[in-house]
C-alpha cells in the first residue's frame, strides 16, 4: 500500500501555486483567456518544490497513513518518498525525463523503465495520464494544453469553466473563485452521464515565498472507492535541487525489474 500511495503522491497532490496579488480588475467582466493567461504566468514563476506532506488515503473501508517528502524541478524531474515513522526512506520514486525508478528500501529492490500512461494504469490500477503530473502538481488543469471549446459561467464571486476532456467519453468542470484573487478551488472530471470520475478540491491558500499555495487538497475517486487527502508542511518554492536530487543510485545487491518485462510476465 506505501507504493501506491508514493506513487499517487506525484500525480495528483495538486500542489498548485497563484502569484501574491494578483488582482482581478474586473471580475464580472473577465474571459477565459485571461483567465488561462493568469494561470500560465504563475505557472512560469515556479522553477522548484520541495514540501513535506501528510497524506491519508481510505480505499474501499481500509485508511493508510503516511509521511512523504516532495522535490520537484521544471522540466522533467520528480522525486517522492514515502517515510517511516523516524522518517527513514521506505520507497523512492524518481522520474527523470521519461524514465523512472522505484526503490523499494526494505525489500532491496527497484524497478525502473519509461514512464507512461500505460505504466500508470497497469502498475498502479489508476486511469489517469502522464500529463496531469503537471497540471495536478501546479493546480491548473489547463497545462495540457487542453483549451478549445472552453465555456465560462459566473457564479456568484466565482466563475465555472466547462470543457470537453482529451479523452471522449469524459468532460470536465473547473470551478474558481474570484474575489480579490483568481484560485482553482475543484476540478471535476465527469463521464457523459454527469458521475463524478474524479473530483479536486483544494483549500488551506497560504502564502510561500510570495506566492499562495492550496495547503490542502482532497481526491475523490468514487469508482474506486478512494479519497485521499494530502496536507503539506513546510513547502518551499524555488530553492536549489541538484541532480543528485533526481538520482537513485542502485544497490549492488539490490534486485533490478524492467516494467516490460514484469508485464510480459504477467501477460
Known sequence: MVIRIAFIIPLIALLGCTVKNTQIENPGSIDTRSILST????????????AWMNVSIESRGQKDEVRTSLYYRKPNG?????????????AIFIVAEEDFRIFFVAENEVMKGKISDEVMKELFKIDLRVSDVRSSIFADPFLDGNTKSLSLEKRGSGYLIRRPCIRPEYREEIY??????????KWLILDIRGNIIQEIAFSKYQQVGGILRPLKSVIRRPYEQTTISIESNSPEINIDLGDDTFTLPIPDSAKVYEFSDLKNSQD
Open 39 to 50: 494561470l500560465k504566468m504563475r505557472y512560469d514563476l515556479v522553477d522548484s518544490i520541495s
Open 78 to 90: 520528480l522525486r517522492v518518498d514515502a517515510r517511516g515513522p523516524f522518517n527513514e526512506p521506505r
Open 176 to 185: 474558481l473563485s474570484g474575489k480579490e484573487e483568481l484560485v482553482v478551488n
